[in-house]
């Protein structure tokens, strides 16, 4: 059975850097798109960051820059190094992957959250 378990997430002050991690469990990350998303107290769910199985990658214009997306296959392991933080990157942030065949550009996907299996998510908390 596929999961999804995220880690790394904590509270850091504004300007620091967080990396959080998402391993996987029943299948191989290489075969499959994953992706980043987070959803602050009353907000709806933001895409973050996105990886397709040919390492090609989409972001947020609000993270561009600061946050990269990256996996290691020997781990099964996705990661998501966070820097510069700041007060609007509070958030709950979930990890996701989809094995199905890519139909859309990876922008699509990351407006559109269109992924199979989830994790339970990891909170990362920024002060000021």
């Known amino acids: 059975q596929v999961q999804l378990v995220e880690s790394g997430g904590g509270s850091v002050q504004a300007g620091g850097s967080l990396r959080l991690s998402c391993a996987a469990f029943g299948y191989t990350y290489s075969s499959y798109r994953m992706g980043w998303f987070r959803q602050a107290s009353g907000q709806g769910r933001e895409g973050v960051a996105i990886?397709?199985?040919?390492?090609?990658?989409s972001y947020a214009d609000s993270v561009k820059g600061r946050f990269t997306i990256s996996q290691d296959n020997a781990k099964n392991t996705l990661y998501l190094q966070m820097n510069s933080l700041k007060l609007e990157d509070t958030a709950m942030y979930y990890c996701?992957?989809?094995?199905?065949?890519?139909?859309?550009?990876?922008?699509?996907?990351?407006?559109?959250?269109?992924?199979?299996?989830w994790g339970q998510g990891t909170q990362v908390t920024v002060s000021s």
């Open positions: 990886m397709d199985s040919d390492g090609s990658t």
């Open positions: 996701a992957a989809d094995f199905r065949p890519r139909r859309y550009s990876l922008r699509w996907y990351l407006f559109n959250a269109d992924f199979a299996k």
